[in-house]
């Protein structure tokens, strides 16, 4: 009897776990669906836009986040509340909660000359705007200390579907794909108080210093009013 009960709660177990990995796979699935159906529409206008503001758009291959990265994104992001949740519907709300969250499932990147970054950006920003998009998040992280240097920015559909746009001269985008990326990967399966996770953070902060400095770039503003307009990254279909 001992060992039936042992073996039901096993299968159980088992179950419960399949369940919560099909919930994941589902949630990024329903992302990645999402972003297809928008990716035309975002991806047209942005080509027009950097042909208009001279500057140019690299990565478009990758602009739809892969199935296998959005879960471990999903799984990653939810980890550090799972301590606090028992059961697996609470733990597969909670993956739901977290997926519904993602705002980088389509992602771009546009590629500026450093000589003239602050007055390009400007001029993409401000042809969004003209074509009824909204620029909720920039966070720019040029001249500050850190693994990474870049603008990166969310902006807002006119029909509510929130994207990732990436600002980077050739130097930083080169030194973000091709020099740091590899110690990224590394670093992102290692804790934080790690000796080796700081030895890679150090690592990666030199070569960002090494980067020249964007015409203007400290002069723009980070700022974050996503609480302000209303998104979401699931379909409108």
């Known amino acids: 009897k001992v060992a039936d009960e042992a073996i039901a709660k096993a299968a159980k177990m088992v179950a419960n776990a399949e369940q919560v990995s099909q919930s994941v796979t589902g949630a990024a699935t329903a992302l990645r669906s999402s972003a297809a159906f928008h990716d035309n529409v975002v991806t047209s206008m942005l080509k027009r836009v950097a042909s208009e503001t001279g500057t140019s758009m ?22 550090k509340f799972l301590a606090d949740i028992s059961g697996s519907k609470q733990q597969i709300m909670l993956y739901n909660t977290t997926a519904a969250e993602v705002k980088d499932v389509l992602r771009y990147t546009i590629l500026i000359d450093e000589a003239e970054f602050k007055t390009a950006y400007d001029a993409v920003i401000s042809a969004l705007e003209s074509e009824g998009y909204t620029v909720v998040r920039v966070k720019n992280t040029f001249g500050a200390r850190g693994a990474y240097r870049g603008v990166n920015t969310n902006a807002v559909t006119p029909d509510g579907y929130i994207f990732e746009l990436q ?52 002069e723009i503003p980070s700022f974050d009013r996503e609480s302000e307009v209303a998104w979401t990254n699931r379909s409108t279909m």
């Not at 990758?62 to 939810?78: F, G, V």
């Not at 992102?188 to 210093?209: A, C, I, N, Y």
Request: glycine residues 6%; hydrophobic residues 30%.
């Open 167 to 218: 600002f980077h001269t050739e130097r930083s985008f080169y030194v973000k794909e091709f020099q740091t990326h590899p110690l990224y990967e590394e670093q992102r399966k290692l804790p934080k108080d790690s000796p080796r996770w700081q030895e890679l953070q150090d690592q990666m902060g030199e070569m960002f210093d090494a980067i020249p400095m964007p015409e203007g770039a400290l």
């Open 58 to 79: 690299t990565g478009l291959e990758y602009r739809i986040k892969s199935q296998k990265s959005l879960e471990r994104k999903i799984i990653s992001d939810a980890g």
